[in-house]
């Protein structure tokens, strides 16, 4: 008999076909050309407008709503790219809710925000569906940067210098490019291979190349780096989980969510990627919603969420916190993972109850469990790097680090959120660094 | 529940709502739903001489601007009068008259500019036993190329003749309906009034091109690749209708003609400030034509409430009641002085009223470092600027000054007197008022 819901352990094919292409299918469908315009017309083109201080990369948000609103896309998309090269990818992965549309005044005045990521994702989708980029590259400067990482930060980075007239040289230690955009987003945010085409338009600039399965720190070091290049920009991300501690967490069932997750990116089928039908989930941030709201579209019966402080606490915002109680994933909050049951393979894991102080309660609660993921935090990973604060690498408001010629941003940087769109805007904003350091008096 | 029956010029129907001349009125079988729908009477589409009748256009013959929500604003049309058959048309009102005699039927007839022709059908139409007629000296397109409709609305003294052979050959109402696409509507108005017209209704059409093709490079709607001018009516054209009937609602040649209010009316309120103005009833075309018969049991339910608000019993009650409000800017109280005031509970701080005012007019409102906007009353003249463009209703009001405060822009004492430009220093024609 075939996996369904209900068979016990990490099981494949839970779910029929028709099942989990709809599980997985887009977030929010795309807006068609009607939607857009009632939804662009309700922007009041704010002066100073409050969304565009709330967005990360200064999108001018009213300036490219108008243009949809007058029937020009594409120049909507070229507005959002002037700031933001991967303003496609944001369209889809930005917690809006704590971002521009947090700050929309109709939010305040009924609490019914102008959709900006819809109307992002819209023109974007519109002029990148046309194959065109919509940049070209200043003369050359002769100057030649090194990337580390081709995630959003390294991407941002990197099209902006080669726009600039500069060569650029990403190297990434994994197969892919894109970073936690190919292997770390939402499936369900992300669909039809939309980072991989994003990174394929984006390289039409010319002028950057990506070596693949080069390793910082292996391959390569800062060093010899800054030897061969003009400047140096690193942008590796967070590549290190920080682990759960206990005793018992070597059993089988235990992993990271990072992983599931990377897995389930690449998966070409997706009833081939083994579920547990009682998942329990670590942590109370994105990862851990992603993780948890995924386990449960896979196909798993019990998916429960356990964070070790208050709802008040979690890094997920309400929006994703609704979005999981939604899917059907129950949020247990106020406590510790203390113990890891079972006999070679993971049968319970055991909770003590804890305040936001993390008070030890001494009451116990153990949730049944045959697959459980950690998603409490991603470390910084490398040695020889310039000056660290707080386990990132310190950068200035541009994205200079401790080292001359060497810059930093994204995830592994001190500066902002841990978001997609943060990143970018410190990619661009460090390469913005580079050229004048490198061009400064000229 | 007021009482919504209606006597104009003699005609009774049961409530003010009439459909104007037009697709609605085309054909028995509309009028007969539009009178079960709850209308009060039709102005039945214009007819024309005996003989062949008119051709249409076989391409599109709308063009429309949209606001949010492609919600129709305007609508333009090259539609010509009825392209049926005159005695078809005569036919059909007959029967229908007979089977509604509580409604109103006008017929609107629109026949070459000699007696000849008029004198050829008033007799015929008489035989229909409808309540009056309505002569079509508006639409602004195709037929104004043959001398007709608004080609003769544009001339007094034509008005006055056609109006003059009407009253001799017909014995019921004559109605004159305008044309807007002229200088002073005053003029047609009191040439109608001179040639014995019992009421003039306003507006027709407006001439317009709603779009142009940046592709093919035709105005809209296009027809193997030309366009030409159409009628523009619908909610766009209310104000520019309500400014025509209120001049001649107090020009002193036609007051108290009675006017049958047409252009743009979609809602009850709409209707109601029409009648304000001057109107004894009104007609309505394109809301019909937009949104189907239905519409005037709004319009009914809408009016009686507010009349039983007010406390009308009647609709003769409250027509006309702003004419005597309606004057010259010269009259105006310049001793009146308002200032804008921003209510801190509503603003939702969206900068709009700081960027008009501050890009294009006084520079009187203020934006702090947290996005607080207030009214600098120093440089406030009380444009309105800003109630106009701020989102949120009531946020912004107009707040009248105190008399004897002092007004922190000029410093001058606020008089309680009323006192216009007709007597003010800078005015090099004023008559002497110290
Ligand atoms: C599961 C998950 C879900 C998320 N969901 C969202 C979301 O919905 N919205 C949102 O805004 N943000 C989300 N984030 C956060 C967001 O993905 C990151 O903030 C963003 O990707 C950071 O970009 P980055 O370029 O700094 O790093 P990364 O995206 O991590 O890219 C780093 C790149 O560097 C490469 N690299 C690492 N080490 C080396 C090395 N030693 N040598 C060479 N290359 C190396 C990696 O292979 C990778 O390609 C999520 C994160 C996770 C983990
Ligand atoms: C398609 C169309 C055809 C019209 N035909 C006539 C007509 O034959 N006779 C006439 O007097 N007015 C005609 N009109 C003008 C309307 O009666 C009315 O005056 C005008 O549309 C303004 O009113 P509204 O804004 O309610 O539509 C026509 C209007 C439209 C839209
Ligand atoms: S705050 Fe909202 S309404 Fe104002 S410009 Fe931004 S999106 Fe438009
Ligand atoms: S209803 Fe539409 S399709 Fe039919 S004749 Fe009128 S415009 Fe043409
Ligand atoms: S336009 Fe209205 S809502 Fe906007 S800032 Fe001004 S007062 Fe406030």
Redesign the pocket.
Known sequence: MPANVLTDGIQPARLTPAEYEQNFADLHAPLDPHEALVAADRC?F??DAPCITACPTEIDIPLFIRQIATGTPEAAARTIFDQNILGGMCARVCPTETLCEQAC?REA?EGKPVLIGQLQRYATDILMDKAVHPFERAALSGKKIAVVGAGPAGLAAAHRLAMLGHDVVVMDARAKSGGLNEYGIAAYKSTDDFAAREVDWLLQIGGIEIKHGMAFGRDVTLADLQLEYDAVFLGMGLGGVNGLGLEGADKSGMSDAVDFIADLRQASDLSALPVGRDVVVIGGGMTAVDAAVQAKLLGALNVTLVYRRSRARMNASVYEQDLAASKGVRIITNASPVAVHGNGTVREVEFEYTDDDLTPTGQTVRLAADQVFAAIGQTLQGEDLPKLERGKIKVSATGLTSLKGVWAGGDCATGGDDLTVTAVAEGRDAALDIHASLMGGA | MADLTTDFIGIKSPNPFWLASAPPTDKEYNVRRAFEAGWGGVVWKTLGSEGPPVVNVNGPRYGAIYGADRRLLGLNNIELITDRDLFTNLEEIKRVKADYPDRAIIVSLMVPCEEEAWKAILPLVEDTGADGIELNFGCPHGMSERGMGAAVGQVPEYIEMVTRWCKQYYSKPVIVKLTPNITDVRKPAAAAHRGGADAVSLINTINSITSVNLDTMSPEPSIDGKGTHGGYCGPAVKPIAMSMVSEIARAEATAGMPISGIGGITTWRDAAEFMALGCGNVQVCTAAMTYGFKIVREMISGLSQWMDEKGYTDTSQFVGMAVPNTTDWQYLNLNYIAKAV???D?????????A?CEDTSHQA?A?SED?T?TVIDEECVACNL?VN????EN??TMEEMATGAIDPRTGRVVEAEYANWTTHPNNPAATAAE
């Open positions: 009041y704010c002066h005044v005045a | 921003i209510d801190q509503l603003c939702i701080s969206c900068g709009r009223c700081f008009a409102i934006m996005r906007f800003c463009v701020c989102p949120v946020c912004i």
